[in-house]
Nanobody, 123 residues
């Protein structure tokens, strides 16, 4: 059974940085495309960034381009989300998710989910 565990969330001031990590176990990590999603209270879950199972292919939502970077370390079965220049509007629970091979941006296209980690950006 595939399990995903996020870490690295917390409270940060606007303009600050955080790095989220998502450790994957129970599957062949190299086969999965990984996505980072977020959900703020009263809002739907939205894709922030995604990375393909191999190669340099990535996706970023317009609202994080130039500020967030997704990366993966296949040797450590871990995907990262480096978040810089954080804004109060980035406050949400952040989830990582996995699906086979190719990038997708819809939450319903991912098969496996972590429990989420809270990111709070104060003004």
């Amino acid at each position: 059974q595939v399990q995903l565990v996020e870490s690295g969330g917390g409270l940060v001031q606007a303009g600050g940085s955080l790095r989220l990590s998502c450790a994957v176990s129970g599957g062949t990590f190299n086969n999965y495309a990984m996505g980072w999603f977020r959900q703020a209270p009263g809002k739907s879950r939205e894709c922030v960034a995604a990375i393909r199972w191999s190669g340099p292919f990535t996706y970023y939502a317009d609202f994080v381009k130039g500020r967030f970077t997704i990366s993966r370390d296949n040797a450590k079965n871990t995907v990262y989300l480096q978040m810089n220049s954080l804004k109060p509007g980035d406050t949400a629970v952040y989830y990582c998710a996995a699906r086979l091979k190719f990038i997708a941006t819809g939450a319903n296209e991912y098969n496996y989910w972590g429990q989420g980690t809270q990111v709070t950006v104060s003004s």
